[in-house]
């Protein structure tokens, strides 16, 4: 886990800003889930088999018989939110986005600690492939607003239950004469859900995987239809989001996905070059408890964005810095910057003792606008000293008329 300091801190809420834009203009509205949550969600949801579950939840005991951890994920939090209140019953879209920590015990790696952070978006009510497009579109919209270039879209459809009994079958009948030269954790797969082995990153399973049979030639006819009209409304809507790549070895890292999976990679990233990914889950309504609801989402992470992200962020920009001498001069600063900050103003003053020199200085590092002088000199004339910070001009104004014009000064 990390500090986020606020150099960094600037850019990630520019970021941040420019999604809730993008979010907005798509019309989904912001969804805020507790960050702890009963562990038998993940399991319900993500799969008792994932590395989520198995190896990565921050999970502890609450009772004698209630097990909680930290959300490793925020579509399964979504999902219980959406069926606890009620909202499945409605038959209306709903349209959620959510930021915010997760957390998963896993090896440290590049733009991805124990604590990381995610922004993302549910849309649960309809299997329109104008949706999944929607989606992904909604996804590079926040990606080109943040100022990313050079990314990837990789799409791919994984099929559906009617589809996806042929297509494992054939895996197992194509890494039950390779299972020695599996890793461990890709033999184990092979036992509990071998659609997992296509989403390990190792070197040497990777070279079985890319020989293993394709999920394209195994899908039924509707999830067939499905991604074919996935891909035209993608070539179509909009000329920014028509360059993906067909990579039929996604399948994402959860067992809730179904049809239309896809990740958007950045090649500045290494091998763990993901900086968005998401896709359709149409059972996990109905395997929450809830009525049968199509759904389609994605996340994706701040760390990785904001790395690749050439958005420039400033300081924020100071409108008045109080350069006081003296205690009398501080104390009748201190007054009028209250007031100036109760109109919403923003000012600052010197709580160091610095000299003028100094803290003309912290002025200029600030950003200032403006900085207003006043010494005992100035309180004996019954004036402040206005100083433009950019050009340097000053002018003395009437200590009595100082809050009125400084509400006023541009």
């Known amino acids: 886990m990390k500090d986020i300091l606020p150099e960094e801190t600037r850019k990630w809420q520019a970021i941040e800003e420019k999604a809730r834009e993008v979010f907005h ?29 198995q ?55 590049k733009g991805r600690r124990r604590q990381f952070y995610q922004i993302g978006a549910e849309a649960i009510g309809s299997n329109s492939p104008y949706l999944d497009a929607e989606v992904i579109c909604l996804v590079s919209d926040i990606l080109r607003a943040a100022k990313v270039g050079n990314y990837q879209i990789e799409l791919n459809n994984i099929g559906c239950r009617q589809c996806q009994p ?34 390990c990153k190792k070197q040497d399973c990777q070279l079985l995987i890319q020989k293993a049979p394709s ?8 999830c067939n239809l499905h991604f074919t009209e996935v891909k035209e409304i993608l070539s179509e809507v909009s000329p920014h989001s028509n360059h993906y790549v067909i990579n039929p ?33 149409n059972n996990l309504i109905e395997q929450m408890g809830g009525k049968p ?32 001498l003296g205690q009398a001069a501080y104390r009748e600063s201190y007054k009028i ?37 006043l010494g005992e000199k100035e309180l004996k004339k019954g004036i402040i000293i206005l100083r433009n910070m950019e050009t340097k001009e000053q002018k003395e104004i009437k200590l009595e008329d100082a809050y009125s014009q400084l509400r006023t000064t541009k």
């Not at 030269?181 to 184990?188: A, F, H, S, T, V």
């Not at 994402?252 to 889950?281: K, M």
């Not at 100036?340 to 003053?349: N, P, Q």
């Open 215 to 222: 999920i394209l030639e195994h899908l039924c006819q509707r």
């Open 166 to 199: 042929n297509y494992k079958a054939a895996l197992r009948q194509y890494f039950q004469d390779r299972i020695e030269l599996l890793c461990p954790d890709c033999q184990r797969r092979f036992k509990t859900n071998i659609l997992r082995i296509l989403d």
């Open 249 to 281: 070895r996604i399948v994402r890292g959860l067992d809730y996905y179904t049809d239309t999976v896809f990740e958007i990679t950045h090649p500045d990233l290494g091998s763990q070059n993901a900086l968005a990914a998401g896709g359709r889950y």
């Open 55 to 109: 190896k990565q939840m921050f999970s502890f005991s609450q009772g004698k018989e209630r097990e909680i951890c930290l959300r490793p994920e925020q579509t399964a939090s979504i999902v219980r939110a959406y069926i606890e209140h009620s909202v499945d019953k409605k038959g209306e879209l709903a349209k959620y986005y959510y930021s915010g920590p997760m957390f998963r015990k896993e090896r440290p790696q």
């Open 25 to 53: 203009l798509y019309g989904y509205s912001e969804i805020r889930t507790p960050v702890l949550e009963e562990s038998f969600l993940f399991c319900q949801s993500v799969g008792r088999d994932t590395d989520i579950v």
């Open 293 to 324: 609801e199509p759904a389609v989402g994605f996340s994706l992470g701040m760390e990785r964005v904001s790395a690749v992200s050439t958005l420039v962020t400033e300081n924020s920009s100071l409108f008045i810095f109080f350069a006081a």
């Open 337 to 373: 910057m209250r007031g100036l900050r109760e109109k919403g103003i923003a000012c600052e003053i010197d709580y160091q003792d610095k000299s003028l020199k100094a803290q003309m200085r912290v002025a200029n590092k600030m950003r200032a606008k403006f900085a207003v002088l």
